[in-house]
């Protein structure tokens, strides 16, 4: 040991100060992962200018009137109609009914799994609903097509329902948007800490009982972040609805007939050879800025909900 | 006398409170099992279309192009060749030329023209499976009463030529190469631009990021982009990739392209916009791995004196690198079954051959299931089916993959 101090003294390397030496390998590198990361921001600044580059275009088009817009009921860009309500309430009847299947089956699910199943029957159907969820839409878009309409047109006779429908198109989505809500409820039901459980019990609940007045509450939040992603995740599928819900847009609230949601009617007007600077091009800009609003919107409010309203537990 | 009447009330009381629990036990269980009906409905109905018999009548009888007692079946290129040239008009001819010239041209692919452009076989009627396991007798009277001529075979519609022959407009001759082709060039300039981008903003974002307001906004911005639907990034990709650089996605600048047919939707549009897509998921997924990388490493790493560069390249990225690949493989997988963002960047619509540089138009797995399902003829749902067959195949054992990687390397600290 003193022989070793000995050898290091004898070496000793002047001593120079590392806090102040230039690292520019480090700076540049440094530089580059700042960059990396502040692409993001420019992706999202890229979104809003080009779209509302092209979308104020759309507006500022002389057969394009503001008021219009929200007030008629007609979309048809070849003679100049540009109401937006036949596009939105079909992505509202669509969303809707997708969420009327995906919120109680969902929640239904994420009960069962974190509140009554086993861990091995857990472990089985956990994997299941990661397959379901990793489906491309573009199948479930077949499935509406090729099985649900079918289905329902034998159901309700082939003289109510169209081939092109909203509800088989809304049922279908409701059963993509399912694992979504199953997982991130399974997730915030499983963060609800085992002492509240315990007491409720300790109290004479029933599963029952504990499942919906204890654990559900405490996990609200997150439930609602889970829905209110559910419903944006709805708005903004594309190809379930470009396959299924039917071609050309139509003021209707009946799910069984054909109506164009706005993606639907994004996908259609750009399939073909779409040319720039015509008034269908600058539409499609002005539809994907208000979708990009709304999904925005929605997400900010769902992280919001979290942050407000979690219930942190020790 | 009254304590009795509560214990009794009680104890009633009690009963009720279990049969709700029974009941309400029934029903999550049934909205499990409704779920999973769903997903075995689904695979199903796949499988149903895309086995089956089909009745199909020859327009031309192949018969009458025996040459010498030598078969169609048999004859060489330049023979095939011969009996193109008759039958085609020479404009038809000159035009299948252009598109690529006889000489480049296979014996096979020759003999495919052939079997369509002149024997032209027709698909006059389709079943499903079900149907033709259980009625096959039925199904044989029908064809004979209805199609006398017609030749009636099962088929799978999911064959290994089906995999390995070019797109056609023919669904007995069509194949989904091309269109994995497609899918095999996006991918790989989608991971080209997300997987260094992504795995630099993620450590970025871990271990440089102090937490100031910019970072913050950069952290939020992330988990809203990934949000955001993709046909807004399809959108995007319309006006940025396809439009704005025109010049450096069609390959103009670099002078490999006619510039007359150059236009930017192209796979290298395509690449980048789904690169754009999935880049919010590399991140989100990336940093998970990189925050399960234990403290006391990066500190024992500093402690010996290297540098934060040092200590993240040789100790944060190998022990995060699993996780990460893990991530990037499910972003991938995402990104090879996306469609919407596709269809606004400008898939094309028909093409025969396979993409060969970044500047090809181009077609993927995806797009080919929508233009097959879209059309109204059951034989092109029984494609569409098939092609769907391939396209979960590939993501099944791209996520298996991800999921043996996960499980070999995961490491616990």
């Not at chain 1, 799910?255 to 539409?283: C, K, M, Q, W």
């Amino acid at each position: 040991m003193a022989e070793l101090t000995k050898k290091n003294t004898e070496k000793q390397a002047p001593i120079t100060s590392l806090r102040r030496k230039p690292r520019w390998g480090e700076t540049i590198i440094q530089s580059l992962l700042f960059l990396s990361g502040f692409l993001s921001i420019f992706i999202t600044l890229g979104i809003v200018y080009e779209l509302g580059k092209e979308a104020m275009l759309f507006f500022q088009m002389p057969d394009v009137e503001m008021l219009s817009i929200i007030t008629t009921t007609e979309w048809k860009p070849h003679i100049n109609k540009f109401g937006i309500w036949p596009l939105l309430t079909s992505t509202l009847l669509t969303s809707a009914i997708a969420m009327s299947i995906a919120i109680p089956l969902g929640m239904s699910v994420a009960i069962y799994l974190s509140e009554y199943a086993s861990p091995k029957i857990r472990n089985t159907l956990k994997p299941i609903l990661e397959v379901l969820a990793g489906i491309p839409t573009i199948v479930y878009g077949y499935f509406a097509l090729t099985f649900m309409t079918p289905l329902l047109r034998q159901i309700f006779g082939n003289d109510a329902v169209q081939i092109y429908n909203t509800a088989s198109a809304g049922l279908v989505m409701g059963i993509l948007i399912l694992p979504l809500i199953t997982s991130m409820t399974e997730d915030s039901l499983s963060a609800v800490p085992r002492a509240l459980r315990e007491a409720a019990y300790g109290m004479g609940a029933t599963k029952l009982e504990v499942a919906v007045q204890i654990v559900v509450p405490a996990a609200l939040s997150g439930i609602a972040a889970a829905i209110i992603v559910g419903v944006s995740r709805a708005i903004g599928e594309t190809m379930i609805v470009a396959v299924a819900a039917g071609a050309g847009p139509n003021f209707t609230l009946n799910p069984f007939i054909g109506a164009e949601t706005i993606t639907g009617h994004i996908v259609r007007i750009s399939g073909g050879d779409l040319s720039y600077d015509s008034i269908d091009y600058n539409s499609i800009f002005a539809l994907g800025l208000f979708l990009f609003l709304i999904t925005l919107l929605l997400n900010i409010i769902s992280q919001a909900v979290v942050r407000r309203f979690r219930e942190v537990y020790e | 006398m009254k304590e009795k009447e509560v214990v009794q009330g009680f104890s009633n009381n009690v009963n009720t409170r279990n049969r709700y629990g029974a009941v309400w036990q029934i029903i999550f269980q049934a909205s499990t099992i409704v779920g999973i009906i769903a997903l075995i409905a689904l695979m199903l109905n796949i499988i149903n279309s895309a086995f089956g018999y089909i009745a199909y009548e020859a327009r031309v009888d192949p018969d009458t192009f025996t040459v010498d007692g030598v078969p169609l079946e048999q004859q060489s290129k330049d023979q095939l060749l011969t009996l193109l040239q008759s039958e085609l008009s020479s404009g038809a001819y000159n035009k299948l030329e252009n598109e690529k010239p006889f000489a480049d041209r296979s014996r096979e692919e020759v003999f495919q023209l052939i079997v369509e452009r002149i024997i032209r076989p027709e698909i006059v009627a389709v079943w499903d499976l079900w149907p033709s396991l259980t009625q096959a007798d039925e199904i044989r009277a029908t064809v004979a009463q209805e199609f006398p001529t017609a030749e009636l075979d099962f088929v799978s519609w999911l064959t290994s030529d089906f995999v390995t022959r070019p797109q056609t407009s023919e669904p007995l001759t069509a194949g989904v190469r091309t269109a994995i082709l497609g899918s095999l060039w996006t991918i790989f300039f989608t991971v080209i631009l997300a997987f260094p981008v992504g795995v630099g903003a993620a450590i970025y974002l871990e271990e440089y990021a102090s937490d100031n307001w910019l970072n913050r906004i950069i952290q939020t911005n992330i988990n809203n982009l990934a949000g955001v639907p993709s046909i807004v990034y399809g959108i995007l990709g319309l006006a940025l990739f396809v439009r704005a650089f025109e010049p450096l996605t069609s390959g103009e600048i670099f002078g490999l392209v006619d510039p007359t047919t150059a236009n930017g939707r192209t796979v290298l549009s395509a690449g980048l916009t789904l690169g754009l897509l999935v880049l919010p998921i590399i991140i989100i997924n990336s940093q998970e791995a990189i925050r399960a990388v234990p403290r006391s490493l990066r500190n024992a790493s500093f402690g010996v004196g290297a540098t934060k560069w040092q200590t993240v390249w040789s100790h944060v990225i190998p022990n995060a690198m699993p996780g990460i690949l893990t991530g990037t493989i499910l972003a991938v997988s995402r990104a090879i079954g996306e469609t919407a963002p596709l269809v606004v960047v400008g898939a094309s619509t028909a093409i025969s051959f396979d993409p060969e540089s970044p500047f090809s138009k181009f077609t993927t797995l995806p797009i080919q299931i929508y233009q097959w399902t879209a059309r109204p003829q059951a034989e092109f749902q029984s494609l569409a089916a098939a092609a769907i067959l391939v396209l979960l195949v590939l993501l099944l054992s791209l996520n298996a993959s991800a999921v043996l990687l996960r499980n070999r390397f995961s490491r616990r600290f």
